[in-house]
């Protein structure tokens, strides 16, 4: 098999992945939006109930208390093990962190395919081509970039109120 044949394949396959990308990203987008409004609700929620939190902590009493998924688990779940509640943990974290990820990936291929194009255009001597296909790169990799700025705090503010919660429920299952 000739080279400038699978060359050209991949070409008009990555080509092809540009719609795919862009709708993906709008997708993320979307769903960035999402899981910021819900992270801002869950801060308030958390907030508001933090005083009947520590008080289940230092009282050792584990009650349903709407912010807390973790320690609402084990409220549900006393005997589960460590383990368990650090998957669910994990599980609570997973989709935010992937978006946090995959979004600047996104970005990056979005950015690459219309290099190609704009190239050949320079190539070509066409400035209008070279202009329309970079426009539509770096709004891509920006795009990406604000997804992934946008998830990234609420996820390492996530992590950071599983682990305390995980901590504290490790203080009731000692005195147990």
Known sequence: MNIQIIESMMAQVSTLLMTPVILTIV???IYALFALGRFISQWLVRRKNLMSYVKQVNNKEAQWLNGYPIHNYFVQN???SEDELE???????ETLRVVTRVAPMLGLIATMIPMGPALQAL???NIQGISE????AFAAVIWGLVISSITFWPASVRKRWCANELINIRK???DS
């Open 27 to 29: 997708a993320l987008l």
């Open 78 to 80: 006393p005997n589960a």
């Open 87 to 93: 998957v669910f943990a994990l599980k609570k974290l």
């Open 123 to 125: 190539a070509d001597g």
């Open 133 to 136: 296909n970079l426009i539509i």
């Open 172 to 174: 009731f299952k000692g």
